[in-house]
């Protein structure tokens, strides 16, 4: 079975600011791993995905995680927060092979100007 | 590349009667679609797994005589919620993956808001 803990509900940052969206993942086999942004009463849009290539993966809108097998995690950063980040990130896992997606909780991403 | 579109974005509709939603895919074609549905501050709960030209299934404790789910073609899934209650009130999401390189990816619909009164 899998399953993804995304630490904090809500993350709070002032535009500029360092963006740090945390998920550390359990799952039996090497897994894939997805970060999806949603904004209000809109559907999930793919920010970045890990599928066993580079263990940095780039996104779009200057996002980026890294997957680290040794401390489970998969963490999204941002160098410096824009006031249209503001959204709720959900962090993803599937089985290499398996569309089906086990999602966390999601954070809310508040960015104050 | 990989659009999915849901229609209609919203509903209203009174209890006790059925509401359907479509799920499409745009410019490539899905021999399988997922629903979910999320509720206010909530994660998304995946509801069951629409495959082409068979019978959905279902993830435990989603009833399938309540929810109805139909996939009748390769860029189309639809789902009834059949006798709709207050309760069954919430955020509406389908999903298709990818192919080819592509097809470990989920592509997400826009979501349907639905509300029973």
């Known amino acids: 079975a899998q399953s993804v803990t995304q630490l904090g509900s809500h993350v709070s940052v002032s535009e500029g600011a360092l963006v740090l969206l945390r998920c550390n993942y359990s799952?039996?086999?090497?897994?894939?791993l997805f970060w999806y942004v949603q904004y209000p009463n809109q559907g999930l849009q793919l920010l970045l995905k890990?599928?066993?290539?580079?263990?940095l993966v780039k996104g779009i809108n200057g996002f980026e995680a890294e997957f680290k097998k040794s401390e489970t995690s998969f963490h999204l950063t941002k160098p410096s927060a824009h006031m249209s980040d503001a959204a709720e990130y959900f962090c993803?896992?599937?089985?290499?092979?398996?569309?089906?997606?086990?999602f966390g909780k999601g954070t809310m991403l508040l960015v104050s100007p | 590349g990989a659009v999915v579109s849901q229609h209609p974005s919203w509903v209203i509709c009174k209890s006790g009667t059925s509401v359907k939603i479509e799920c499409r895919s745009l410019?490539?074609?899905?021999?399988?679609m997922f629903w979910y549905r999320q509720f206010p501050k909530q994660s998304l709960m995946l509801m069951a797994t629409?495959?082409?030209?068979?019978?959905?299934?279902?993830e435990q404790g989603v009833e399938k005589d309540k929810f109805l789910i139909n996939h009748a073609s390769l860029t189309l899934s639809t789902l009834t919620v059949t006798s709709a209650h207050p309760e069954d009130s919430s955020f509406y999401i389908c999903?298709?993956?990818?192919?080819?390189?592509?097809?470990?990816?989920?592509?997400f619909g826009p979501g349907t808001r639905l509300l029973v009164l």
């Open positions: 629409s495959n082409e030209g068979s019978k959905a299934t279902y």
């Open positions: 993803a896992v599937s089985e290499p092979g398996y569309s089906t997606l086990t």
């Open positions: 410019d490539f074609q899905a021999t399988t």
């Open positions: 890990y599928t066993s290539a580079a263990t």
């Open positions: 799952s039996s086999v090497p897994p894939y």
């Open positions: 999903s298709a993956p990818g192919t080819g390189d592509t097809q470990e990816t989920q592509y």
